[in-house]
């Protein structure tokens, strides 16, 4: 079984930067991608970005590309996701996710972090 627990989030103002960590433990090699998703109030879980252990291979939702960077250390287990240029409709509970495929759905994805809190202030 693997364990997530992100770590990171705050508030920011429009155009800062945070930092998200996600630290996975247990069975992680039997997960190959390390997913980031973010949920706002009211509105339906997205896909933010994802990046798979072995390789490295990255890919952005649309919404985040050229702003978002994800990266992993595999000696410590832990995926980052680095958001810069920050907007209001960044705000969101970020949670990472891991699965065996690449993958954009959120229903391929599990186990899943507790999820932390991003609020961008305008």
């Known amino acids: 079984q693997v364990q997530l627990v992100e770590s990171g989030g705050g508030l920011v103002q429009a155009g800062g930067s945070l930092r998200l960590s996600c630290a996975a433990s247990?069975?992680?090699?039997?997960?190959?991608?390390m997913g980031w998703f973010r949920q706002a109030l009211g509105k339906e879980r997205e896909f933010v970005s994802r990046?798979?252990?072995?390789?490295?291979?990255?890919y952005y939702a649309d919404s985040v590309k050229g702003r978002f960077t994800i990266s992993r250390d595999n000696a410590k287990n832990t995926v980052y996701l680095q958001m810069n240029s920050l907007r209001p409709e960044d705000t969101a509970v970020y949670y990472c996710?891991?699965?065996?495929?690449?993958?954009?759905?959120?229903?391929?994805?599990?186990?899943w972090g507790q999820g932390t809190q991003v609020t961008v202030s305008s």
């Open positions: 990046i798979t252990w072995s390789g490295g291979y990255t």
């Open positions: 996710a891991a699965a065996s495929s690449p993958s954009t759905r959120g229903s391929d994805y599990g186990p």
């Open positions: 247990g069975r992680t090699f039997s997960r190959n991608v």
